[in-house]
């Protein structure tokens, strides 16, 4: 089993700045990819932005240009620095990451999708 922990979020006013942090934990064989998602009330889950191992990036259209993504392969977390953050960007934040797993008996499993709980990020006057 594999555990994705989140750190980072709160509230910010417009034109700020917030840095998201998700750590993997657990029985972790191999890490594909990483990256953070958000849902708004009402609305459904959308890509901010996603990293491969090889650090190329894919970033969603509504923050091009204001996210970064990185990683930390030795430590297994994935970060998302915001900038100028709108009100529009008022979300539950999910971290993700693509992880194969080692058994008991040595056996590693298939890739699969895990998910971090969320957390909040509020912007806002």
């Known amino acids: 089993q594999v555990q994705l922990v989140e750190s980072g979020g709160g509230l910010v006013q417009p034109g700020g700045s917030l840095r998201l942090s998700c750590t993997a934990s657990?029985?972790?064989?191999?890490?594909?990819?990483m990256g953070w998602y958000r849902q708004a009330p009402g609305k459904q889950r959308k890509l901010v932005a996603y990293?491969?191992?090889?650090?190329?990036?894919n970033i969603g259209d509504p923050v091009w240009g204001r996210v970064t993504i990185s990683r930390d392969n030795t430590n297994d977390t994935v970060y998302l620095q915001m900038n100028t953050l709108k009100p529009e960007d008022t979300a539950v934040y999910y971290c993700?990451?693509?992880?194969?797993?080692?058994?008991?008996?040595?056996?590693?499993?298939?890739?699969?999708?895990?998910w971090g709980q969320g957390t909040q990020v509020t912007v806002s006057s």
């Open positions: 657990g029985n972790i064989f191999s890490i594909n990819g």
């Open positions: 993700t990451a693509a992880v194969m797993t080692r058994g008991p008996g040595g056996n590693v499993s298939p890739t699969t999708t895990y």
């Open positions: 990293i491969s191992p090889d650090g190329s990036t």
